[in-house]
């Protein structure tokens, strides 16, 4: 992590380690309290801001009979919790205010439907419906087009984050310098310096937002407020968009039939082919034979060859991490489902692990293999035990078998129970299978492939959202995250392949620890050459 700030075993971006970096998310947490101009602008178009500074100065001027231009000009930034606070300071300021957003046709019929549909809405005398009303697609529509804009469009969110600055710069409580009211003097209109203009706006923004927060840390907690029921009743009026029922390319854009209302279509698995299993591709259906032999040539060496069988435990326990991986390996090779990272990762752990275990326990003392059995036999004790705490109403056909079975694995004497059950994580002393790796220069295989691996069989977040997520394409729901219904197509060839080779290492590896006698290797595994030099001789 080159150019982290590190604490203990975090590590921080410099910009991160500030300690003054807030994310924060404008279009969750404030978009909604700008429903209304957004609404406006999506339905008559990005001019319509002027009519919305106009009615700044009119509802400013009319107010001014209060005193109170400040706090005038600062609930005429668009909000809609602010134009509530307006009406809760000032009797007269909810009629003001409609009268002159109906005049400046800053309310049509559909606007206010829109903003009527949705419940504790602040300000919802803007909407002049007396009761609620469900949203019809028109006015759906209308909602998506206003979130969809605000988020392809950043000169859009700027006239939005720009109501602020007009609205105080009318009301002569505009501060700035200089630099920045120049390049404001002509905003919007001056293309040239728009989109510089754009970038200064929505800083300044965001900048007076933090400003405002230092001073009162609850003054937004309305509009989160209002935000959480917005994306909540969002919800309940449309419903999920996966990308394979969208027919547009875009990723953002939801289409047009996106938002259904009441013919809400199942939720289901992909139809036909996208839902079968996958097939053993041609150029893989090998695999599951090779793997097959390699172990039986493993075992066939072993068994030609002369062994230790004095200190058996050694022979034991590396033929038996082996055999149990090209086990694993053999039953992952009959489903092709598997072959690919999301559902093989354990293989590729499995793989790595092992050969961790061999090269570190061949460096310690011949006695690690017997500790490598008694841990194994002090767990078999301890299951046994935690089984045998089920209470016998719970207990089903073959339980007490299995509880035998465990007590029969620990290895246990019938009297005298000498049988020590460490319960530390590994065989060696609670040692982790990274540490072994350092030790046995095996790091950055591990780092490289098991961490990786791991990260997919712990569930961590990168992995869960790319395998198992999918982005809503419903912009009304404002871009979450929905399980995918997809399946990851396996039948990745060469990641098997890669397994394969992985584990004909392993068996290589094992006989090279065991010492196991060349010319009984050479013997067992003299297929391998014949089929190689075939291979050979059939290319051209
Ligand atoms: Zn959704």
């Known amino acids: ?148 804009g605000v988020l392809k469009d950043g000169h859009l969110e700027a006239l939005l984050k720009c109501l602020r600055t007009w609205s105080t710069v009318q009301a002569g409580t505009f501060r700035s310098d200089e630099e920045t009211i120049d390049i404001l003097k002509n905003y919007p209109g001056d293309i040239s310096t ?35 029921v917005f994306w909540g009743a969002n919800s309940m009026t449309s419903r999920c968009v996966r990308k394979r029922e969208s027919k547009g390319e875009d990723d953002v854009e939801a289409p047009k039939d996106g938002i259904e209302v009441d013919d809400r279509s199942p939720v289901d698995w992909p139809a036909g082919d996208a839902a079968a299993a996958t097939p053993v591709p041609a150029d893989g259906a090998h695999l599951r034979r090779l793997t097959m032999d390699l172990l039986s040539s493993f075992v066939e060496a072993l068994e030609t060859a002369p062994a230790r069988l004095h200190d058996k435990e050694r022979q034991e326990v590396i033929s038996g991490l082996v055999a149990r991986a090209g086990r694993d390996l053999i039953a992952v090779l009959t489903a092709p489902d598997l072959w690919c990272m999301e559902h093989g990762a354990h293989i590729v752990r499995m793989l790595v692990e ?49 509880i035998e079975e465990f007590e029969r694995l620990s290895h246990n004497h019938d009297v005298f129970d000498h049988r020590v059950v460490d319960t530390r994580d590994t065989f060696a002393g609670g040692k982790s299978i990274r540490a072994m790796a350092e030790e046995t220069g095996l790091l950055d295989f591990y780092r490289q492939a098991y961490s990786l691996a791991s990260g997919v069989a712990h569930s961590e977040w990168w992995s869960v959202e790319t395998h198992a997520m999918e982005p809503c394409l419903n912009v009304l729901h404002g871009l979450h995250l929905i399980p995918s219904l997809s399946l990851s197509f396996g039948g990745n060839v060469p990641l098997a392949t890669s397994w394969v080779d992985q584990f004909y290492s392993l068996v290589r590896t094992a006989l090279g620890i065991l010492g196991t006698d060349d010319a009984a290797v050479s013997a067992a595994f003299s297929w391998l050459d014949e089929s190689a030099e075939e291979e050979a001789s059939e290319s051209p």
């Open 354 to 402: 092992t050969k961790i275990y061999l090269h570190w326990m061949a460096q310690q003392d011949p006695s690690i293999y017997r500790e490598f059995q008694e841990y194994g036999a002090g767990k078999a004790k301890l299951y046994a035990r935690i089984s045998d705490e089920v209470p016998a109403e719970a207990r089903k056909a073959g339980f007490q078998e299995a």
């Open 194 to 228: 728009r989109s510089a203009a754009d970038t200064t706006v929505r800083a300044m923004w965001g900048a007076h937002k933090g400003a405002v927060l230092v001073d009162d840390p609850t003054h937004f907690d309305e509009a989160i407020k209002w935000a959480r």
């Open 1 to 148: 992590m080159v150019g982290h700030v590190r604490k203990g075993r975090v590590y921080q971006s410099p910009l991160a380690a500030t300690g003054t970096l807030r994310i924060n998310d404008w279009f969750k947490d404030d978009l909604p309290d700008f429903l209304w101009p957004a609404l406006v602008l999506a339905e008559q178009g990005n001019d319509s801001v002027r009519r919305f500074v106009r009615w700044q100065k009119a509802v400013h001027d009319g107010l001014t009979v209060h005193g109170e231009s400040a706090l005038v000009a600062e609930s005429l930034d668009g909000r809609l919790t602010h134009l509530a606070v307006l009406a809760e300071r000032f009797s007269d300021a909810a009629d003001l205010v409609v009268v002159e957003a109906t005049r400046y046709g800053l309310l049509s019929g559909r606007v206010r439907r829109a903003l009527g549909a949705y419940p504790y809405i602040p300000a919802g005398w803007l909407a002049g419906q007396a009761d609620l009303q469900p949203p019809e697609l028109a006015e759906l529509e209308l909602i998506r087009d206003a979130l969809l």
